[in-house]
């Protein structure tokens, strides 16, 4: 594999950081990007996968349940529903060709998925057009074919056709080069589940019973007196200038207009209208789920947090098929605008207030387990929130483009732990 | 953070025994080592995780392989590469042969074996990544403690057999006594071995004064 990569535009390991940011190759005219998809071995054909079809769709529903990314010794694999697929894959002015899908030839079976959508990306003090590549799966059966080598080039292809030249993505794999490594945290929320899945064990020096104590959480958010409710459509500008104002102090971030918030943080939160009680109760086909915190006094949104819904099978136990993760998404609070507040601790304190109902909020909707990797300003509340380190590990990657390292996992430079990366992937 | 590239003969080694069928003879040392050192030349020299617990026996091995590769070869990856590619010869790779055809190994297996993992679709790329808790490695510091927490009564049998010396209700330096582990465990045979051993229902828990029982129901919350 490292052979193939040896041959694309990406910093190879052991490279001196970089001293200056930019692109590894130049944009092509686009009578210069090569016009045919790139040959597949004997059997295969390429396919655009249509997400709007519920057939489709049910196909790299169950490619990705079957055969995507699963944990170090094989317990856990991902398995994103249909409903998630169908928004994380589609956000304003995504393209069709961009959800590329390999069958066989013979019986039409989908046994491979790649696939990108339009971002704005800011690395430092640049800013341009990129594609956000996930969900690479291959069949377990066809491992040995090397296809995806060949799914990554035709992707690549793909996106040099409407004109995006640099791409981000990430794999728990170490693939030359990281910008940043992120660690995975776990906040336990259904505490004798999480240990009849082995997802944790009791440490001998406790009991259950203590270890269940230790993560009881409130029934009730604490700021639902003053102003936390579900973000309605209305709150979208105000969500959209906080967002940006507050993503420009981590070293990368997805830029994001109105349509692009609303899509992120609106579009996938179900069927069903908004009652006094509907903050606690998920909704049909509810992926994403979005909280502001309005000032009753200004009308302010001066806070908001989100978490997204993405559940894994449990491979190892019949006493449960699947284990509900929430994972944080973004949030923001205008106290990080305030001059000192972060140096003060006034920072801190808020960001555990906000996500400390976050937590709360996630034990309602019948959530086990929330996650959040050390990024943004996660770093500050993971240990106040008893979220415990995890064994995976999350790499950062740019396709050509140069940028030295990023703060995860680790401070670099004068940065602290987190404050390098400011994109959450799905 | 490995700075080592492996060579195409290597990535050539680790293709061919992703897949080879003469694995599925090789003993489980011969696999853990090549599990090892396929870990240290290709993720980090050493285990960037904390020891599993002795109840996770494959994950523990599996550590133990990889923290063994690291502390054997060092900075010197050169030599951890020659000597995994050596093993792959034994086992029937060289340098021109492709991969073995595929369909002689279950692919749905373990994967620990030397080839890809099968983190990160296809044991290659994109996506996000599937992550457990990392276990601590505590000890009770007390034989029997950990026997009632694994809850294998034959075992426990064993070993109080092996131990008629042991009191089955001494404290462990938690303050839990065997039996206050198995209830809280749910361990159902080891609870009516341990008292049919003399095991004292009325010793309460000195640090962690609860009521312990194993209705599930109610240890929920």
């Not at chain 1, 990281?178 to 336990?188: G, K, L």
């Not at chain 1, 349509?259 to 998920?282: A, F, N, Q, V, Y």
């Not at chain 1, 999350?394 to 732990?417: D, F, I």
Request: with cysteine; hydrophobic share 35%.
């Amino acid at each position: 594999m490292r052979q193939f990569w040896g041959t694309q535009p990406v910093p190879q390991l052991g490279e001196e950081s970089p001293t200056a940011d930019g692109y590894i190759e130049p944009s092509k005219p686009s009578e210069e990007v090569r016009q045919e998809p790139y040959p597949l071995p004997k059997d295969f054909g390429w396919t655009t996968v249509d997400v709007n079809d519920p057939v489709q769709l049910r196909e790299v529903y169950e490619l990705l349940s079957g055969h995507y990314v699963e944990d170090d010794v094989a317990s856990f694999r991902f398995q994103y529903s249909a409903h998630f697929l169908h928004w994380a894959l589609q956000p304003p002015g995504y393209h069709k060709e961009w959800h590329i899908g390999v069958r066989v030839a013979s019986n039409n079976k989908l046994v491979a998925f790649i696939s990108g959508v339009p971002m704005t990306v800011r690395v430092r003090d640049n800013t341009f057009k990129a594609s956000e590549v996930n969900f690479l799966c291959v069949h377990k059966k066809l491992r040995s074919k090397r296809l995806a080598p060949v799914l990554i080039k035709e992707i690549t292809r793909q996106c040099h056709l409407k004109g995006i030249f640099q791409a981000l993505y990430t794999a728990g794999l170490l693939l030359p080069t990281p910008i940043s490594t992120c660690r995975y945290y776990h906040r336990m929320i259904n505490v004798k589940k999480l240990v009849e899945v082995n997802f944790t064990s009791v440490p001998s020096s406790m009991t259950l019973a203590r270890l269940i104590r230790l993560n009881k959480l409130p029934d009730t958010p604490k700021l639902l007196a003053h102003g936390l409710r579900e973000m309605e459509d209305r709150d979208v500008p105000q969500v959209t200038a906080l967002y940006n104002r507050y993503m420009d102090r981590f070293g990368t971030a997805h830029i994001m207009d109105e349509e692009e918030i609303r899509h992120s943080l609106l579009s996938g939160r179900g069927e069903g209208p908004s009652t006094p009680d509907s903050w606690k109760i998920p909704r049909e086909k509810q992926v994403v789920w979005t909280y502001v915190v309005e000032n009753p006094e200004t009308h302010r949104i001066t806070d908001y947090f989100s978490f997204f819904s993405l559940p894994s099978t449990v491979m190892t136990t019949d006493k449960h098929n699947l284990l509900n993760a929430a994972y944080v998404f973004y949030y923001a609070t205008d106290v990080a605008l305030l001059d000192g507040a972060e140096e003060d601790g006034r920072l801190k304190k808020r960001l555990e207030e906000v996500l400390g109902d976050c937590l709360i909020i996630a034990n309602c909707c019948q959530f086990d387990v929330v996650n959040a990797l050390t990024l943004m300003d996660n770093v500050q509340f993971l240990s106040e929130l008893r979220f415990h380190t995890g064994d995976g590990m999350l790499n950062y990657y740019l396709y050509n483009w140069r940028t030295a390292p990023l703060a995860g996992v680790n401070p670099v430079g004068g940065v602290p732990a987190g404050k390098g990366v400011g994109v959450v992937m799905l | 953070m490995s700075t080592h590239t492996p060579s195409p003969t290597f990535e050539s080694a680790a293709a061919y025994l992703s897949n080879a069928s003469s694995l599925s003879a090789v003993s489980n040392t011969i696999k853990l080592e090549l599990y090892g050192l396929y870990k240290y030349l290709t993720v980090s020299h050493t285990p960037n995780t904390s020891r599993p617990s002795i109840f996770d026996m494959t994950g523990r091995a599996k550590w133990d392989a990889w923290n063994t590769a690291g502390k054997t070869y060092g900075g010197k990856a050169g030599e951890a590469e020659a000597r995994y590619i050596a093993i792959a010869r034994d086992l029937g790779w060289s340098e021109d042969k492709a991969p073995a055809p595929q369909g002689h190994l279950d692919l749905d297996s373990d994967d620990g074996e030397g080839g890809e993992s099968s983190r990160g679709g296809g044991g290659f790329g994109f996506g996000t990544s599937v992550s457990t808790m990392s276990t601590s490695e505590e000890k009770s510091g007390s034989a029997l403690s950990d026997l009632a927490i694994a809850g294998n009564a034959h075992e426990l049998q064993l070993f109080l057999d092996a131990n008629p010396n042991v009191d089955v209700n001494t404290r462990d330096e938690n303050g839990y006594t065997a039996l206050h582990l198995a209830c809280d465990r749910g361990h159902i045979d080891v609870v009516r071995l341990l008292l049919g051993r003399g095991a004292d229902p009325s010793i309460k828990v000195t640090s962690d004064p609860i009521t312990y029982h194993t209705d599930p129901d109610t240890l929920q919350g």
